[in-house]
Protein backbone atom coordinates (compact mmCIF):
# COMPACT_ATOMS: atom_id res chain seq x y z
CA UNK A 1 0.00 0.00 0.00
CA UNK A 2 2.86 2.70 -0.45
CA UNK A 3 1.00 4.22 -3.41
CA UNK A 4 -1.11 5.55 -0.17
CA UNK A 5 1.15 7.00 1.41
CA UNK A 6 1.29 10.92 0.95
CA UNK A 7 -2.93 10.60 0.79
CA UNK A 8 -3.35 9.56 4.20
CA UNK A 9 -5.09 13.68 4.96
CA UNK A 10 -7.72 12.42 2.88
CA UNK A 11 -8.76 9.62 4.69
CA UNK A 12 -12.66 9.50 5.52
CA UNK A 13 -13.64 7.15 8.55
CA UNK A 14 -15.96 4.78 7.38
CA UNK A 15 -18.88 5.95 10.16
CA UNK A 16 -18.77 9.36 8.27
CA UNK A 17 -19.43 7.83 5.41
CA UNK A 18 -22.60 5.77 6.70
CA UNK A 19 -23.48 8.69 8.33
CA UNK A 20 -23.28 11.13 5.07
CA UNK A 21 -25.65 8.71 3.03
CA UNK A 22 -28.05 6.90 5.75
CA UNK A 23 -26.07 3.91 5.83
CA UNK A 24 -26.15 3.39 1.75
CA UNK A 25 -30.10 3.77 2.00
CA UNK A 26 -31.88 3.53 -1.32
CA UNK A 27 -32.75 7.36 -1.01
CA UNK A 28 -29.46 8.55 -1.50
CA UNK A 29 -28.62 6.56 -4.70
CA UNK A 30 -27.86 8.22 -7.55
CA UNK A 31 -26.43 6.35 -9.75
CA UNK A 32 -24.64 2.93 -11.22
CA UNK A 33 -21.35 2.51 -12.93
CA UNK A 34 -18.52 -0.16 -14.23
CA UNK A 35 -17.10 0.73 -10.51
CA UNK A 36 -19.88 0.39 -8.19
CA UNK A 37 -23.01 2.58 -6.71
CA UNK A 38 -23.14 6.10 -6.45
CA UNK A 39 -24.70 7.62 -3.25
CA UNK A 40 -25.52 11.81 -2.60
CA UNK A 41 -24.55 12.62 0.99
CA UNK A 42 -23.75 15.29 3.12
CA UNK A 43 -19.88 15.61 4.31
CA UNK A 44 -18.60 17.37 7.24
CA UNK A 45 -15.09 18.65 6.53
CA UNK A 46 -13.22 21.50 8.02
CA UNK A 47 -16.34 22.50 10.34
CA UNK A 48 -18.40 23.56 6.36
CA UNK A 49 -21.15 21.06 5.26
CA UNK A 50 -20.34 20.15 1.79
CA UNK A 51 -22.56 18.00 -1.06
CA UNK A 52 -20.81 15.10 -2.22
CA UNK A 53 -20.77 12.19 -4.45
CA UNK A 54 -19.57 9.04 -2.91
CA UNK A 55 -19.04 5.77 -5.03
CA UNK A 56 -18.80 2.26 -3.40
CA UNK A 57 -16.68 -0.48 -5.03
CA UNK A 58 -18.55 -3.97 -6.03
CA UNK A 59 -15.58 -6.28 -7.01
CA UNK A 60 -18.68 -8.07 -8.47
CA UNK A 61 -18.49 -5.61 -11.21
CA UNK A 62 -15.07 -6.59 -12.54
CA UNK A 63 -12.94 -3.36 -11.01
CA UNK A 64 -10.59 -3.89 -7.57
CA UNK A 65 -7.93 -2.51 -5.46
CA UNK A 66 -5.72 -1.39 -8.72
CA UNK A 67 -8.58 0.62 -9.89
CA UNK A 68 -9.56 1.71 -6.80
CA UNK A 69 -5.65 2.81 -5.74
CA UNK A 70 -5.43 4.27 -9.60
CA UNK A 71 -8.17 6.89 -8.98
CA UNK A 72 -6.86 7.86 -6.24
CA UNK A 73 -3.71 8.89 -7.15
CA UNK A 74 -4.63 10.28 -10.21
CA UNK A 75 -7.10 12.81 -8.68
CA UNK A 76 -4.72 13.45 -5.79
CA UNK A 77 -1.98 14.62 -7.87
CA UNK A 78 -3.68 16.22 -10.87
CA UNK A 79 -5.85 19.36 -10.67
CA UNK A 80 -7.64 20.94 -13.20
CA UNK A 81 -10.97 22.65 -13.41
CA UNK A 82 -12.25 20.39 -16.04
CA UNK A 83 -11.33 17.19 -13.65
CA UNK A 84 -13.60 15.96 -11.10
CA UNK A 85 -12.48 16.87 -7.38
CA UNK A 86 -11.33 14.00 -5.16
CA UNK A 87 -12.47 15.02 -1.80
CA UNK A 88 -11.30 11.71 0.01
CA UNK A 89 -11.39 8.36 0.75
CA UNK A 90 -12.12 5.22 2.60
CA UNK A 91 -10.54 2.18 3.11
CA UNK A 92 -11.59 -0.03 6.22
CA UNK A 93 -14.24 -2.36 6.99
CA UNK A 94 -13.83 -4.44 3.67
CA UNK A 95 -14.93 -1.50 1.99
CA UNK A 96 -13.02 0.57 -1.19
CA UNK A 97 -14.95 4.04 -1.24
CA UNK A 98 -14.50 7.37 -3.25
CA UNK A 99 -15.85 10.77 -2.83
CA UNK A 100 -15.66 13.10 -5.16
CA UNK A 101 -17.26 16.98 -5.42
CA UNK A 102 -20.98 16.27 -6.73
CA UNK A 103 -21.38 17.23 -9.70
CA UNK A 104 -24.92 18.38 -9.94
CA UNK A 105 -26.45 17.30 -13.33
CA UNK A 106 -24.58 13.73 -13.53
CA UNK A 107 -22.77 12.47 -16.56
CA UNK A 108 -23.10 13.80 -20.18
CA UNK A 109 -24.27 10.78 -21.22
CA UNK A 110 -28.10 11.33 -19.64
CA UNK A 111 -28.05 14.66 -21.77
CA UNK A 112 -27.24 13.58 -25.16
CA UNK A 113 -30.68 13.82 -26.56
CA UNK A 114 -32.10 16.43 -24.01
CA UNK A 115 -33.22 19.04 -26.46
CA UNK A 116 -33.16 21.62 -24.10
CA UNK A 117 -29.04 21.33 -24.14
CA UNK A 118 -28.23 23.92 -26.61
CA UNK A 119 -26.05 24.01 -29.27
CA UNK A 120 -23.76 26.61 -27.51
CA UNK A 121 -23.82 24.54 -24.14
CA UNK A 122 -23.01 21.70 -26.28
CA UNK A 123 -20.07 23.73 -27.63
CA UNK A 124 -18.97 24.73 -24.11
CA UNK A 125 -19.12 20.77 -23.31
CA UNK A 126 -16.86 19.98 -25.58
CA UNK A 127 -14.37 22.46 -25.30
CA UNK A 128 -14.26 21.82 -21.39
CA UNK A 129 -13.60 18.24 -21.70
CA UNK A 130 -10.86 19.27 -24.34
CA UNK A 131 -9.28 21.34 -21.97
CA UNK A 132 -9.32 18.58 -19.55
CA UNK A 133 -7.76 15.76 -21.50
CA UNK A 134 -5.07 18.30 -22.97
CA UNK A 135 -4.36 18.77 -19.28
CA UNK A 136 -3.63 14.76 -18.97
CA UNK A 137 -1.96 14.56 -22.17
CA UNK A 138 0.53 17.60 -21.91
CA UNK A 139 0.73 19.39 -18.88
CA UNK A 140 0.59 16.58 -15.95
CA UNK A 141 4.16 17.86 -15.67
CA UNK A 142 7.72 16.92 -16.88
CA UNK A 143 8.64 14.00 -18.52
CA UNK A 144 5.05 11.86 -18.24
CA UNK A 145 1.46 12.42 -19.53
CA UNK A 146 -1.85 10.59 -18.83
CA UNK A 147 -3.83 8.33 -21.02
CA UNK A 148 -7.23 8.05 -19.91
CA UNK A 149 -8.23 5.35 -21.87
CA UNK A 150 -11.58 4.84 -21.02
CA UNK A 151 -13.04 8.47 -22.38
CA UNK A 152 -16.92 7.95 -22.94
CA UNK A 153 -19.79 10.63 -22.04
CA UNK A 154 -20.86 8.65 -19.07
CA UNK A 155 -17.41 9.86 -17.83
CA UNK A 156 -17.71 13.15 -18.22
CA UNK A 157 -20.04 14.48 -15.63
CA UNK A 158 -21.65 18.12 -15.88
CA UNK A 159 -21.74 20.37 -12.56
CA UNK A 160 -24.31 23.38 -11.60
CA UNK A 161 -23.41 25.21 -14.60
CA UNK A 162 -23.10 22.84 -17.17
CA UNK A 163 -19.21 22.88 -16.98
CA UNK A 164 -17.42 19.36 -18.06
CA UNK A 165 -15.64 17.49 -15.56
CA UNK A 166 -13.64 14.65 -16.66
CA UNK A 167 -13.78 11.24 -13.93
CA UNK A 168 -13.66 7.85 -13.76
CA UNK A 169 -9.33 7.09 -13.54
CA UNK A 170 -9.58 3.92 -12.93
CA UNK A 171 -8.57 2.23 -16.25
CA UNK A 172 -5.57 5.14 -16.78
CA UNK A 173 -2.04 4.64 -17.23
CA UNK A 174 0.92 7.15 -17.06
CA UNK A 175 3.27 6.88 -19.86
CA UNK A 176 6.36 9.29 -20.94
CA UNK A 177 6.22 12.56 -22.94
CA UNK A 178 9.73 13.13 -23.90
CA UNK A 179 9.27 11.28 -27.15
CA UNK A 180 7.77 12.12 -30.09
CA UNK A 181 5.49 9.19 -29.61
CA UNK A 182 4.13 7.71 -26.35
CA UNK A 183 3.08 3.89 -26.66
CA UNK A 184 2.34 1.58 -24.15
CA UNK A 185 1.56 -1.85 -24.58
CA UNK A 186 -0.99 -3.14 -22.47
CA UNK A 187 -4.61 -5.64 -22.78
CA UNK A 188 -6.48 -3.24 -24.70
CA UNK A 189 -9.28 -2.05 -22.42
CA UNK A 190 -11.88 0.64 -22.67
CA UNK A 191 -15.52 0.65 -23.48
CA UNK A 192 -17.14 -1.17 -26.80
CA UNK A 193 -17.91 1.69 -29.28
CA UNK A 194 -15.34 4.25 -28.21
CA UNK A 195 -12.10 2.15 -28.02
CA UNK A 196 -9.66 3.04 -30.61
CA UNK A 197 -10.20 -0.15 -33.51
CA UNK A 198 -6.16 0.19 -33.39
CA UNK A 199 -5.48 -0.41 -29.95
CA UNK A 200 -7.88 -3.43 -29.95
CA UNK A 201 -6.04 -4.92 -33.01
CA UNK A 202 -2.07 -4.25 -31.48
CA UNK A 203 -2.65 -4.09 -28.06
CA UNK A 204 -0.01 -0.74 -28.60
CA UNK A 205 -1.97 2.23 -26.30
CA UNK A 206 -0.98 5.78 -27.61
CA UNK A 207 -2.57 9.33 -26.84
CA UNK A 208 -4.08 9.29 -30.01
CA UNK A 209 -6.04 6.26 -28.96
CA UNK A 210 -7.85 8.71 -26.60
CA UNK A 211 -7.84 10.84 -29.16
CA UNK A 212 -10.28 8.55 -31.17
CA UNK A 213 -12.61 7.94 -28.12
CA UNK A 214 -12.87 11.57 -27.76
CA UNK A 215 -13.90 12.12 -31.25
CA UNK A 216 -17.05 8.76 -30.68
CA UNK A 217 -17.73 11.52 -27.95
CA UNK A 218 -18.21 14.37 -29.74
CA UNK A 219 -20.21 13.16 -32.63
CA UNK A 220 -22.28 11.84 -29.66
CA UNK A 221 -22.73 15.87 -28.46
CA UNK A 222 -23.47 16.65 -32.20
CA UNK A 223 -25.78 13.68 -32.73
CA UNK A 224 -27.59 13.77 -29.77
CA UNK A 225 -26.86 9.76 -29.24
CA UNK A 226 -24.88 7.11 -27.97
CA UNK A 227 -22.02 5.66 -29.42
CA UNK A 228 -24.01 2.23 -29.83
CA UNK A 229 -27.20 1.57 -29.96
CA UNK A 230 -28.03 -2.43 -29.47
CA UNK A 231 -31.41 -2.27 -30.56
CA UNK A 232 -30.21 -1.16 -34.73
CA UNK A 233 -28.56 -4.40 -36.60
CA UNK A 234 -27.85 -1.62 -38.98
CA UNK A 235 -25.12 0.83 -40.10
CA UNK A 236 -26.85 2.92 -37.54
CA UNK A 237 -25.85 0.64 -34.31
CA UNK A 238 -22.24 2.31 -34.28
CA UNK A 239 -21.84 6.12 -34.50
CA UNK A 240 -18.44 6.48 -35.51
CA UNK A 241 -18.33 4.62 -38.92
CA UNK A 242 -21.85 6.18 -39.55
CA UNK A 243 -20.73 9.86 -38.89
CA UNK A 244 -17.60 9.19 -40.91
CA UNK A 245 -19.58 7.88 -43.60
CA UNK A 246 -22.31 10.55 -43.60
CA UNK A 247 -19.34 13.23 -43.22
CA UNK A 248 -17.48 11.95 -46.39
CA UNK A 249 -20.99 11.71 -48.20
CA UNK A 250 -21.92 15.70 -47.16
CA UNK A 251 -24.85 14.43 -45.25
CA UNK A 252 -24.34 14.75 -41.97
CA UNK A 253 -27.62 16.64 -41.15
CA UNK A 254 -28.97 13.82 -41.86
CA UNK A 255 -28.11 12.12 -38.53
CA UNK A 256 -28.50 15.52 -36.33
CA UNK A 257 -31.72 16.34 -34.63
CA UNK A 258 -33.18 19.25 -36.38
CA UNK A 259 -34.11 21.03 -33.35
CA UNK A 260 -30.15 20.95 -32.35
CA UNK A 261 -29.53 21.79 -36.82
CA UNK A 262 -31.44 25.02 -36.48
CA UNK A 263 -29.27 26.28 -33.82
CA UNK A 264 -26.31 25.90 -35.65
CA UNK A 265 -24.41 28.26 -37.70
CA UNK A 266 -22.63 26.41 -40.68
CA UNK A 267 -19.39 27.51 -40.21
CA UNK A 268 -19.51 25.83 -36.73
CA UNK A 269 -20.78 23.10 -37.18
CA UNK A 270 -17.95 22.34 -40.12
CA UNK A 271 -15.45 23.12 -37.97
CA UNK A 272 -16.61 20.87 -35.00
CA UNK A 273 -17.57 18.13 -37.67
CA UNK A 274 -14.20 18.38 -38.90
CA UNK A 275 -12.72 18.16 -35.66
CA UNK A 276 -14.15 15.28 -34.67
CA UNK A 277 -13.65 13.55 -38.03
CA UNK A 278 -10.14 13.82 -37.82
CA UNK A 279 -9.85 11.86 -34.52
CA UNK A 280 -11.27 8.88 -36.16
CA UNK A 281 -8.68 8.38 -38.43
CA UNK A 282 -7.51 5.34 -38.69
CA UNK A 283 -4.17 5.86 -39.42
CA UNK A 284 -2.99 7.01 -35.90
CA UNK A 285 -0.45 9.75 -37.45
CA UNK A 286 -3.35 11.35 -39.17
CA UNK A 287 -5.14 11.97 -35.61
CA UNK A 288 -4.68 15.32 -34.30
CA UNK A 289 -3.56 15.85 -30.99
CA UNK A 290 -5.54 17.06 -27.86
CA UNK A 291 -4.24 21.11 -28.14
CA UNK A 292 -5.38 21.22 -31.84
CA UNK A 293 -8.67 20.37 -30.65
CA UNK A 294 -8.96 22.98 -28.08
CA UNK A 295 -8.09 25.46 -30.95
CA UNK A 296 -10.58 23.92 -33.61
CA UNK A 297 -13.43 24.20 -30.67
CA UNK A 298 -12.56 27.25 -29.38
CA UNK A 299 -12.68 28.59 -33.26
CA UNK A 300 -16.19 27.18 -33.44
CA UNK A 301 -17.43 28.29 -30.13
CA UNK A 302 -16.54 31.31 -30.94
CA UNK A 303 -17.78 31.57 -34.58
CA UNK A 304 -21.18 30.30 -33.12
CA UNK A 305 -21.37 33.08 -30.46
CA UNK A 306 -20.13 35.96 -32.50
CA UNK A 307 -22.82 38.56 -33.84
CA UNK A 308 -20.39 39.96 -36.63
CA UNK A 309 -21.73 39.19 -40.21
CA UNK A 310 -18.95 40.37 -42.44
CA UNK A 311 -15.96 38.47 -44.06
CA UNK A 312 -12.26 39.53 -44.29
CA UNK A 313 -10.85 39.66 -47.78
CA UNK A 314 -6.91 39.97 -47.74
CA UNK A 315 -4.74 40.65 -46.42
CA UNK A 316 -1.93 41.74 -48.55
CA UNK A 317 2.00 42.43 -47.10
CA UNK A 318 3.11 40.89 -43.99
CA UNK A 319 1.63 38.96 -41.02
CA UNK A 320 2.37 40.05 -37.81
CA UNK A 321 1.94 39.39 -34.16
CA UNK A 322 -1.74 40.97 -32.05
CA UNK A 323 -0.15 43.50 -30.80
CA UNK A 324 0.60 44.81 -34.20
CA UNK A 325 -2.61 43.84 -35.32
CA UNK A 326 -5.17 47.21 -36.19
CA UNK A 327 -8.92 47.11 -37.28
CA UNK A 328 -11.29 49.46 -38.23
CA UNK A 329 -15.26 48.35 -38.62
CA UNK A 330 -18.14 50.63 -39.13
CA UNK A 331 -20.79 50.98 -36.61
CA UNK A 332 -24.20 50.33 -38.17
CA UNK A 333 -26.01 53.39 -39.94
CA UNK A 334 -21.84 55.04 -39.78
CA UNK A 335 -20.71 56.30 -43.27
CA UNK A 336 -16.79 56.83 -44.00
CA UNK A 337 -16.40 60.03 -45.66
CA UNK A 338 -12.55 60.58 -45.05
CA UNK A 339 -9.78 58.78 -44.79
CA UNK A 340 -6.26 60.28 -43.67
CA UNK A 341 -3.10 58.97 -44.90
CA UNK A 342 0.25 59.88 -43.12
CA UNK A 343 2.81 58.17 -46.45
CA UNK A 344 5.98 58.95 -48.10
CA UNK A 345 7.45 56.13 -50.29
CA UNK A 346 5.26 54.21 -48.16
CA UNK A 347 1.94 54.25 -46.40
CA UNK A 348 3.24 55.01 -42.75
CA UNK A 349 -0.29 55.33 -41.08
CA UNK A 350 -3.67 55.63 -42.11
CA UNK A 351 -6.80 57.13 -39.86
CA UNK A 352 -10.71 56.75 -40.76
CA UNK A 353 -13.32 59.06 -40.11
CA UNK A 354 -17.09 58.27 -40.14
CA UNK A 355 -20.50 60.24 -39.79
CA UNK A 356 -23.83 59.47 -38.38
CA UNK A 357 -26.47 62.05 -37.43
CA UNK A 358 -24.14 64.76 -38.52
CA UNK A 359 -21.85 63.93 -35.97
CA UNK A 360 -18.55 62.91 -37.14
CA UNK A 361 -16.04 60.13 -34.95
CA UNK A 362 -12.51 59.65 -35.83
CA UNK A 363 -10.70 56.47 -35.55
CA UNK A 364 -7.28 56.11 -33.66
CA UNK A 365 -4.04 56.45 -35.99
CA UNK A 366 -3.01 53.10 -37.08
CA UNK A 367 0.29 52.46 -37.91
CA UNK A 368 3.04 56.17 -37.77
CA UNK A 369 5.24 54.85 -35.71
CA UNK A 370 7.58 56.72 -38.11
CA UNK A 371 6.38 60.06 -39.62
CA UNK A 372 5.81 60.47 -43.74
CA UNK A 373 6.88 63.54 -45.84
CA UNK A 374 2.80 63.58 -46.72
CA UNK A 375 -0.53 63.90 -45.19
CA UNK A 376 -3.43 63.19 -47.51
CA UNK A 377 -6.68 63.42 -46.94
CA UNK A 378 -9.47 61.53 -49.24
CA UNK A 379 -12.90 63.19 -48.32
CA UNK A 380 -15.88 60.93 -49.70
CA UNK A 381 -19.04 62.64 -51.04
CA UNK A 382 -22.31 61.94 -49.97
CA UNK A 383 -23.46 59.34 -52.07
CA UNK A 384 -19.68 58.09 -52.92
CA UNK A 385 -19.14 54.52 -52.17
CA UNK A 386 -15.33 52.42 -52.28
CA UNK A 387 -15.91 49.57 -54.37
CA UNK A 388 -12.16 48.16 -55.03
CA UNK A 389 -8.76 48.89 -53.41
CA UNK A 390 -5.53 48.93 -55.44
CA UNK A 391 -2.21 48.89 -53.56
CA UNK A 392 1.24 47.40 -54.07
CA UNK A 393 3.83 45.79 -51.71
CA UNK A 394 7.21 47.30 -50.74
CA UNK A 395 10.07 46.73 -48.46
CA UNK A 396 11.70 49.26 -45.78
CA UNK A 397 14.24 47.89 -42.82
CA UNK A 398 14.00 43.86 -44.19
CA UNK A 399 10.43 43.96 -43.60
CA UNK A 400 7.20 43.51 -46.22
CA UNK A 401 5.16 46.88 -46.16
CA UNK A 402 2.37 48.33 -47.72
CA UNK A 403 4.52 51.00 -50.36
CA UNK A 404 0.81 52.57 -52.11
CA UNK A 405 -2.24 52.52 -51.75
CA UNK A 406 -5.72 54.27 -53.63
CA UNK A 407 -9.53 53.75 -53.46
CA UNK A 408 -11.45 52.94 -56.23
CA UNK A 409 -15.60 54.63 -55.96
CA UNK A 410 -18.30 54.64 -57.65
CA UNK A 411 -17.06 57.67 -58.47
CA UNK A 412 -13.52 57.92 -59.46
CA UNK A 413 -10.10 56.84 -58.26
CA UNK A 414 -8.76 58.51 -55.03
CA UNK A 415 -4.31 57.55 -55.38
CA UNK A 416 -2.15 56.39 -55.79
CA UNK A 417 -0.55 57.56 -52.67
CA UNK A 418 2.92 56.10 -51.65
CA UNK A 419 5.67 55.20 -54.08
CA UNK A 420 3.61 52.12 -56.75
CA UNK A 421 5.85 48.98 -57.32
CA UNK A 422 5.94 45.79 -59.57
CA UNK A 423 4.20 43.84 -56.42
CA UNK A 424 0.82 44.86 -57.30
CA UNK A 425 -2.95 43.66 -55.58
CA UNK A 426 -5.97 44.28 -56.58
CA UNK A 427 -9.11 43.58 -55.24
CA UNK A 428 -12.83 44.72 -56.44
CA UNK A 429 -16.38 44.11 -55.26
CA UNK A 430 -19.81 44.60 -55.13
CA UNK A 431 -21.01 48.15 -54.34
CA UNK A 432 -22.00 48.67 -50.67
CA UNK A 433 -20.26 46.06 -49.44
CA UNK A 434 -17.44 47.37 -47.57
CA UNK A 435 -17.27 47.53 -43.60
CA UNK A 436 -14.16 48.19 -42.93
CA UNK A 437 -10.40 47.89 -42.96
CA UNK A 438 -7.58 45.90 -40.66
CA UNK A 439 -4.16 44.84 -40.82
CA UNK A 440 -0.70 45.04 -38.82
CA UNK A 441 0.64 47.91 -38.39
CA UNK A 442 3.96 49.51 -36.61
CA UNK A 443 6.58 52.13 -37.93
CA UNK A 444 4.60 51.50 -41.61
CA UNK A 445 1.24 50.22 -42.79
CA UNK A 446 2.74 46.45 -42.78
CA UNK A 447 -0.59 44.31 -43.79
CA UNK A 448 -4.17 45.76 -45.60
CA UNK A 449 -7.32 44.02 -45.58
CA UNK A 450 -10.85 44.52 -45.57
CA UNK A 451 -13.98 43.71 -44.34
CA UNK A 452 -17.23 43.42 -46.96
CA UNK A 453 -20.94 42.47 -45.94
CA UNK A 454 -23.21 41.04 -48.92
CA UNK A 455 -25.99 42.96 -49.50
CA UNK A 456 -27.68 39.81 -49.61
CA UNK A 457 -26.80 36.31 -49.02
CA UNK A 458 -23.22 36.82 -51.54
CA UNK A 459 -20.99 39.51 -51.97
CA UNK A 460 -18.95 38.93 -55.38
CA UNK A 461 -15.04 39.75 -55.36
CA UNK A 462 -13.42 40.08 -58.45
CA UNK A 463 -12.92 39.99 -61.14
CA UNK A 464 -9.48 39.59 -62.81
CA UNK A 465 -9.03 38.86 -66.28
CA UNK A 466 -10.89 40.10 -69.10
CA UNK A 467 -13.02 43.30 -67.94
CA UNK A 468 -15.73 43.60 -70.63
CA UNK A 469 -19.09 42.92 -69.94
CA UNK A 470 -19.01 39.96 -72.89
CA UNK A 471 -21.93 38.26 -73.72
CA UNK A 472 -24.95 36.14 -71.91
CA UNK A 473 -23.25 33.36 -73.51
CA UNK A 474 -19.81 34.01 -72.26
CA UNK A 475 -20.75 34.59 -68.56
CA UNK A 476 -19.95 31.43 -66.45
CA UNK A 477 -20.85 30.91 -62.96
CA UNK A 478 -20.79 28.43 -60.12
CA UNK A 479 -22.65 28.96 -57.08
CA UNK A 480 -23.20 26.85 -54.27
CA UNK A 481 -26.36 25.87 -52.46
CA UNK A 482 -26.64 25.82 -48.31
CA UNK A 483 -24.36 22.42 -47.53
CA UNK A 484 -23.61 21.35 -51.11
CA UNK A 485 -19.80 20.56 -51.10
CA UNK A 486 -17.48 21.31 -54.55
CA UNK A 487 -15.64 17.98 -54.70
CA UNK A 488 -13.93 18.35 -57.78
CA UNK A 489 -12.52 21.13 -60.60
CA UNK A 490 -11.51 19.83 -63.91
CA UNK A 491 -9.34 22.22 -65.53
CA UNK A 492 -8.40 22.08 -69.29
CA UNK A 493 -4.81 24.22 -69.60
CA UNK A 494 -2.12 24.39 -71.14
CA UNK A 495 -0.11 27.48 -72.17
CA UNK A 496 -3.29 29.32 -70.28
CA UNK A 497 -6.66 27.52 -68.50
CA UNK A 498 -8.86 26.75 -71.70
CA UNK A 499 -12.09 25.46 -69.39
CA UNK A 500 -13.38 24.77 -66.40
CA UNK A 501 -15.86 21.89 -64.71
CA UNK A 502 -17.38 21.66 -62.08
CA UNK A 503 -18.93 18.62 -60.02
CA UNK A 504 -20.49 19.39 -56.50
CA UNK A 505 -21.76 16.92 -53.76
CA UNK A 506 -25.11 17.21 -51.44
CA UNK A 507 -25.98 13.53 -49.62
CA UNK A 508 -23.72 11.53 -51.38
CA UNK A 509 -25.25 12.57 -54.89
CA UNK A 510 -23.12 14.27 -57.14
CA UNK A 511 -23.80 16.69 -59.94
CA UNK A 512 -21.51 17.85 -62.62
CA UNK A 513 -22.08 21.65 -64.41
CA UNK A 514 -22.05 22.90 -68.22
CA UNK A 515 -18.45 23.48 -69.20
CA UNK A 516 -16.91 27.35 -68.71
CA UNK A 517 -14.90 28.26 -71.54
CA UNK A 518 -13.23 25.71 -73.89
CA UNK A 519 -14.16 26.92 -77.64
CA UNK A 520 -9.73 25.79 -77.29
CA UNK A 521 -8.71 22.85 -76.14
CA UNK A 522 -5.50 22.37 -73.96
CA UNK A 523 -3.01 20.02 -73.82
CA UNK A 524 -3.46 18.57 -70.47
CA UNK A 525 -6.27 18.20 -68.30
CA UNK A 526 -6.32 17.79 -64.79
CA UNK A 527 -8.62 17.18 -61.59
CA UNK A 528 -8.16 18.67 -58.28
CA UNK A 529 -10.64 16.72 -56.11
CA UNK A 530 -11.24 18.02 -52.81
CA UNK A 531 -11.68 16.24 -49.22
CA UNK A 532 -15.10 16.48 -47.78
CA UNK A 533 -14.06 18.42 -45.35
CA UNK A 534 -11.80 20.81 -47.78
CA UNK A 535 -12.57 24.31 -48.79
CA UNK A 536 -11.16 27.08 -51.10
CA UNK A 537 -9.83 29.94 -49.04
CA UNK A 538 -7.67 31.48 -51.92
CA UNK A 539 -7.51 32.19 -55.44
CA UNK A 540 -3.90 32.51 -56.96
CA UNK A 541 -3.07 33.34 -60.58
CA UNK A 542 -1.62 35.18 -63.62
CA UNK A 543 -3.38 37.47 -66.48
CA UNK A 544 -1.28 37.82 -69.81
CA UNK A 545 -2.60 37.46 -73.18
CA UNK A 546 -3.70 34.87 -75.08
CA UNK A 547 -1.24 33.55 -77.85
CA UNK A 548 -1.87 30.62 -80.50
CA UNK A 549 -5.19 29.38 -82.38
CA UNK A 550 -6.58 33.06 -81.22
CA UNK A 551 -4.12 35.74 -79.87
CA UNK A 552 -4.60 38.68 -77.93
CA UNK A 553 -6.76 38.22 -75.65
CA UNK A 554 -6.69 39.06 -72.09
CA UNK A 555 -7.19 35.68 -70.36
CA UNK A 556 -6.03 34.01 -67.11
CA UNK A 557 -3.00 32.48 -67.97
CA UNK A 558 -2.57 30.62 -64.36
CA UNK A 559 -5.06 29.44 -61.43
CA UNK A 560 -4.22 27.44 -58.38
CA UNK A 561 -6.55 26.74 -55.15
CA UNK A 562 -5.18 27.45 -51.76
CA UNK A 563 -7.50 25.14 -49.00
CA UNK A 564 -7.33 24.71 -45.50
CA UNK A 565 -5.44 21.78 -46.21
CA UNK A 566 -3.11 22.19 -48.86
CA UNK A 567 -2.37 24.47 -52.49
CA UNK A 568 -3.70 23.04 -55.43
CA UNK A 569 -1.36 23.96 -58.52
CA UNK A 570 -0.52 25.98 -60.36
CA UNK A 571 -2.47 24.77 -63.55
CA UNK A 572 -1.38 26.95 -66.50
CA UNK A 573 1.92 28.65 -67.85
CA UNK A 574 2.77 31.57 -65.10
CA UNK A 575 3.45 34.46 -66.30
CA UNK A 576 1.72 38.30 -66.48
CA UNK A 577 0.50 39.80 -64.16
CA UNK A 578 -0.17 38.52 -60.79
CA UNK A 579 -3.56 38.42 -58.64
CA UNK A 580 -4.22 36.83 -55.33
CA UNK A 581 -7.27 36.84 -53.25
CA UNK A 582 -7.72 35.16 -49.54
CA UNK A 583 -10.84 35.24 -47.21
CA UNK A 584 -12.13 34.07 -44.69
CA UNK A 585 -12.12 30.00 -44.22
CA UNK A 586 -15.86 28.80 -44.79
CA UNK A 587 -17.32 31.80 -46.84
CA UNK A 588 -16.07 30.59 -50.05
CA UNK A 589 -19.59 30.15 -51.89
CA UNK A 590 -18.68 29.52 -55.54
CA UNK A 591 -16.56 31.38 -58.54
CA UNK A 592 -17.70 33.56 -61.63
CA UNK A 593 -16.30 35.47 -64.52
CA UNK A 594 -16.19 34.88 -68.27
CA UNK A 595 -14.97 32.69 -70.69
CA UNK A 596 -14.85 31.83 -74.25
CA UNK A 597 -11.97 29.78 -76.58
CA UNK A 598 -10.39 30.80 -73.00
CA UNK A 599 -11.46 31.46 -69.57
CA UNK A 600 -11.24 35.07 -69.71
CA UNK A 601 -11.67 36.43 -66.28
CA UNK A 602 -12.82 34.68 -62.65
CA UNK A 603 -14.41 35.72 -59.41
CA UNK A 604 -15.01 34.42 -56.10
CA UNK A 605 -18.59 34.51 -54.82
CA UNK A 606 -18.55 35.21 -51.30
CA UNK A 607 -21.15 34.73 -48.22
CA UNK A 608 -20.92 35.82 -44.19
CA UNK A 609 -19.44 32.69 -42.71
CA UNK A 610 -22.27 33.58 -39.55
Known amino acids: MSLMEGVQHLKIPLKDIKLATNNFGDDNFIAQGGFGKVYLGQITLSGQSITVAIKRLDRRLGQGDREFLMEIQMLSRYKHKNLISLIGFCDEGGESILVYEHAKHGSLDRYLSYSNLSWIQRLQISLGAAHGFNYLHNDVGLQHRVLHRDIKSSNILLNENWEAKISDFGLSKIGPSNVEFTFLVTNACGTFGYVDPQYVRTGILTKESDVYSFGVVLFEILCGRLALIDRYQDERRFLSSLAQVCCEDNRLDEIIDPNLMNQMKVCSLKLFSMAAYQCLRDNRSERPTMGWIVEKLEKALELQASSKGFIRVGTWGRSGNPPNQWSFELEK ?228 FVTNKKTHGPYGNVRGKSFMVSFDDGSFAGLYGLAGYYIDSIGVYLKTIL
Open 333 to 560: DHKLVKITIDHGNVIYSLMFTSEFRGVFYNSEKYGGWAGGETVSEVIFEGDEEIIGINGTIGSRDGFTIISSLSFQTNKRTHGPFGRVTKVVFSIPWDKGGLVGFYGVAGYYIDSFGIYVKPNEEIIRVGTWGKTGTGSPQNIWYLQLETHQHLKMITIDHGDLIYSLIFTTQYRGVTHTYEKAGGWNGGETVSEVIFDWNEEISAINGTISLSRGNDPGHIVISSIS
